[in-house]
């Protein structure tokens, strides 16, 4: 995938995609284990994405 910070929709669809891929039992060892990487930036992307909503929507509580 491109070097960009993708959304939180388009972070777990990428998400989805690979735990399809690494469940095909397809992939080499290297494959998976980069995979895994990448899978493992996007979890901590989505968690960063949440708490950004997350302090928004405090934000807007207080209002």
Same mark, same amino acid.
């Given at each position: 995938? @491109? +070097? *960009? =910070?993708? +959304?939180? #929709?388009?972070?777990?669809? #990428?998400?989805?995609?690979?735990? @399809? #891929?690494? #469940?095909? &039992? /397809? !992939?080499? !060892? $290297? %494959? =998976?284990? @980069? @995979? *895994?990487?990448? &899978?493992?930036? !996007?979890? /901590?992307?989505?968690?960063?994405? !949440?708490? %950004?909503? $997350?302090? %928004?929507?405090?934000?807007?509580? =207080?209002?």
């Amino acid at each position: 995938m @491109a +070097n *960009h =910070t993708p +959304n939180y #929709e388009d972070a777990v669809s #990428e998400l989805e995609k690979l735990i @399809a #891929e690494m #469940e095909s &039992g /397809k !992939l080499s !060892l $290297e %494959q =998976t284990l @980069a @995979a *895994h990487k990448r &899978g493992a930036e !996007l979890i /901590k992307q989505c968690h960063v994405l !949440l708490d %950004q909503v $997350e302090q %928004q929507v405090k934000v807007f509580e =207080t209002k």
